[in-house]
Nanobody, 122 residues
Framework: QVQLVESGGGLVQAGGSLRLSCAASGRTFSSYAMGWFRQAPGKEREFVAAISRDGGVLYYADSVKGRFTISRDNAENTVYLQMNSLKPEDTAVYYC???????????????WGQGTQVTVSS
């Protein structure tokens, strides 16, 4: 069992930056691939970024490539999402997730956090 708690969301102007964190409980954090997803009102949950268990393989949605960076610290049981050059269309609830396989499909993740709101004003 893994429990995930996101933090770092908030209100920011377009062009600004935020750094999301996701703290995981348990001693097996390094056994899980990690991902970030987001869901805007009235839309389906969509993939944002993912990172392999050792941090060596990264995946990004085309919409965030070049602006967002995913990273992890296995010693601190934490995964991060650095978001730069934010746009109003990035507004959503952001969720972190853990899975044995991970990658881009939400079906490959077994554990989810409660989410953190990110709002980008124009």
């Amino acid at each position: 069992q893994v429990q995930l708690v996101e933090s770092g969301g908030g209100l920011v102007q377009a062009g600004g930056s935020l750094r999301l964190s996701c703290a995981a409980s348990g001693r097996t954090f390094s056994s899980y691939a990690m991902g970030w997803f987001r869901q805007a009102p009235g839309k389906e949950r969509e993939f944002v970024a993912a990172i392999s268990r050792d941090g060596g393989v990264l995946y990004y949605a085309d919409s965030v490539k070049g602006r967002f960076t995913i990273s992890r610290d296995n010693a601190e049981n934490t995964v991060y999402l650095q978001m730069n050059s934010l746009k109003p269309e990035d507004t959503a609830v952001y969720y972190c997730a853990a899975g044995a396989v991970g990658r881009t499909s939400p079906l490959r993740y077994d554990y989810w956090g409660q989410g953190t709101q990110v709002t980008v004003s124009s």
